[in-house]
């Protein structure tokens, strides 16, 4: 007899949570001020970024850092389409956000495609340095191409910060946390996992490697297009300098902290990077203005490298966490 529930039931128990955490992060945003709310668009937007990148860096085993070059397809994507494009009128704005968000998914999706297809045959340090040049391309593209702001960057994008708006970031969170949690614990993410231990070995089990490898890339640049996407619609602006490769690292930061291969370890990774900085943001008011929170953030961050050099969580999830009770003593 199975004692595992049905797939079925895992989706259903997976979107509820969803939905109720979505719910009630918006709740909790409705009483905060304009910087609160903000962070936490923030959070859910770096959630989007850091799982979607595990699943090349950590569950396939390369390494990328070009994800700030797909978010940026994603973001000016959306952001194109939502001056020129709106299928639903002003009074249901709200609908438009889901095509605008996919759309630069998609674009995303094509761009990984078109670079991961010459670049997956590569390996180690040389992946490394190919996505971080496709990056650097796409930001001075973006910065000498005048159709999308050029420089100046896009400003008036259609977008709002209300309840309805955190509702639709969280879900899209939540959403890629599920169709990656599904994706890890199927046969595509044994595939993913066997060419991370091993890629010879998985040639010879008659695994085509290159389009295991190309296909991880492609969803992971489909989901951080997305987050893109959502970024333009939260601030309403979009600059080239959002996207250099600080915002890759920055990234990778979250993967590496959280757990390499862990999922749950991206989304508490993702959260603390996103609030640790602004946290230590009060501390330039007792330096006279010196900046000492990147200082503490870094040395914060060493210190766990020292300490737990395989991040917060391993490669394990939450719920193999096993919390027991202390043995009872005898009399």
């Known amino acids: 007899m199975n004692d595992k529930p049905s797939l079925t039931n895992n989706m259903f128990v997976g979107w509820v949570f ?93 761009a990984g495609f078109l670079v991961g297809m010459p670049s997956l045959r590569l390996r180690g340090d040389y992946l490394a340095i190919v996505t971080l040049g496709f990056g650097e391309i796409i930001r001075v593209t973006v910065l000498n191409t005048e159709a999308v702001g050029g420089a100046r960057g896009l400003y008036s994008i259609p977008g709002n910060t209300d309840f309805a708006a955190c509702v639709h970031v969280y879900l899209w969170a939540g959403a890629t946390i599920l169709l990656l949690w599904r994706l890890v614990h199927s046969s595509y993410g044994r595939a993913f996992m066997s060419v991370r231990e091993d890629e010879i070995a998985a040639e010879c089990m008659g695994i085509n490697t290159t389009s295991i490898k190309v296909k991880a890339f492609i969803i992971s640049s489909f989901f951080a297009g997305a987050a893109g996407a959502l970024f333009a619609q939260t601030t309403n602006s979009l600059n080239p300098a959002t996207f250099t490769f600080v915002k890759s690292v920055d990234v990778v930061i979250m993967v590496v902290l959280g757990g390499m291969g862990s999922l749950s370890g991206s989304v508490v990774g993702a959260i603390l990077v996103t609030i640790l900085p602004e946290a230590l943001r009060p501390l330039q008011a007792y330096t006279g203005g010196v900046d000492l929170r990147m200082v503490i953030y870094s040395l914060a961050l060493i210190l766990l490298m020292i300490l737990r050099p395989q991040g917060l969580f391993g490669s394990r999830e939450w719920v193999q966490f096993r919390f027991r009770r202390p043995r009872a003593t005898g009399s």
């Open 18 to 110: 969803v939905i109720a955490a979505a719910f009630a992060v918006a709740l909790a945003a409705m009483g905060l001020n304009a910087y609160v709310q903000q962070i936490l668009f923030y959070i859910a937007i770096n959630i989007m970024l850091a799982t979607s990148l595990n699943l090349v860096n950590g569950f396939c085993g390369q390494f990328s850092l070009g994800h700030a070059g797909f978010m940026a397809v994603g973001a000016y994507t959306g952001a194109m389409l939502s001056l020129k494009f709106a299928p639903f009128p002003e009074n249901l704005g709200i609908l438009n956000f889901p095509i605008y968000v996919i759309a630069g998914g998609l674009a995303a999706a094509a």
